[in-house]
């Protein structure tokens, strides 16, 4: 681990489910890393992981602390305004609404939320709305689903539900994106596509934690890996040193 401070502090995270250690001990302390890769078997704690993270799940103990404050028993809809946003596995789309009004949902603290505010104060409204209306033009383009924003999100293809997914998730600004399997399912030439648009991102500043079971998609993209078993956090390091170690090699690569 590198020596700094960090904004992003892991600490003693557990979470058990009917007696069984889900996420055991874990600690990870974010330094300077762009893109990190989350592996491990299917069943060793990763989603459950990512959902007390984000506040889908309260952990039993622990902490989490987001430049210095300890955010771990915050709702959801707090920690997003805090700086983090996520996909999941399941992407959780709006399929009969539109690509733009997609994105457009995910946008916070919309004047437009609060019916008496937005009577009271119809200009500013206004320029919330518009203001709202570029940024997912942006996105869109960004993610390469411009020509798309009419059609229903339903339509769109699974690689192509996989970058609204993404496109949600940068609607709301955050700083940290965690990224539930981002390139699973989806055919090659679409994995290149989503592939250079986290690259893109880690080089515009934004951080992003992925679980990622595709091996060689970690090598190409992550700056550091960590591996998980039975809720515990195994090894991290450098992806070329740890994807070497005989133990790694041995349970999860052959």
């Keep these: 681990m ?6 992003f502090v892991l600490k003693n995270i557990n979470k058990s489910f009917d007696g069984i250690q889900a996420v055991n001990g874990f600690n990870f302390e974010w330094q300077d890393y762009k893109i990190v890769g989350l592996i491990g078997p299917n069943g060793a704690g990763k989603t459950t992981l990512f959902n007390v993270i984000t506040g889908f799940l309260q952990a039993d103990k622990g902490s989490f602390l987001l430049k210095g404050n300890d955010i771990l028993k915050l709702p959801s809809y707090q ?3 805090r700086g983090i946003s996520r996909t999941f596995q399941d ?3 709006l399929r009969q609404v539109t690509v733009k009004e997609n994105i457009l949902l995910w ?3 919309q004047v437009g939320e609060n019916p008496f505010k937005a009577w009271v104060r119809g200009t500013k409204y206004s320029e919330d709305q518009a203001k709202n209306n570029a940024r997912a033009d942006e996105i869109l383009e960004f993610i390469g689903l411009q020509e798309k924003q009419n059609d229903l999100a339903g339509a769109l293809s699974y690689g192509q539900q996989k970058l609204l997914s993404l496109g949600c998730a940068l609607a709301t600004e955050a700083e940290y994106l965690l990224l539930d399997e981002p390139v699973a399912g989806i055919n ?3 994995i290149d596509v989503i592939l250079k648009i986290l690259q893109e991102l880690g080089a515009q500043g934004k951080k992003i934690l992925l679980i990622e079971h595709n091996i060689e998609v970690v090598r190409q993209i992550c700056d550091w890996l960590v591996v998980m078993d039975e809720g515990r956090k195994i ?3 450098m992806p070329d040193d740890v994807l070497q170690r005989e133990e790694i090699i041995e349970a ?3």
């Design 107 to 109: 946008h916070l603290n």
């Design 91 to 93: 992407l959780r789309l």
């Design 235 to 237: 090894a991290e390091g």
């Design 188 to 190: 090659p030439s679409m």
């Design 252 to 254: 999860y690569l052959d």
């Design 79 to 81: 920690i997003v305004k």
């Design 2 to 7: 590198q020596s700094g401070k960090s904004d």
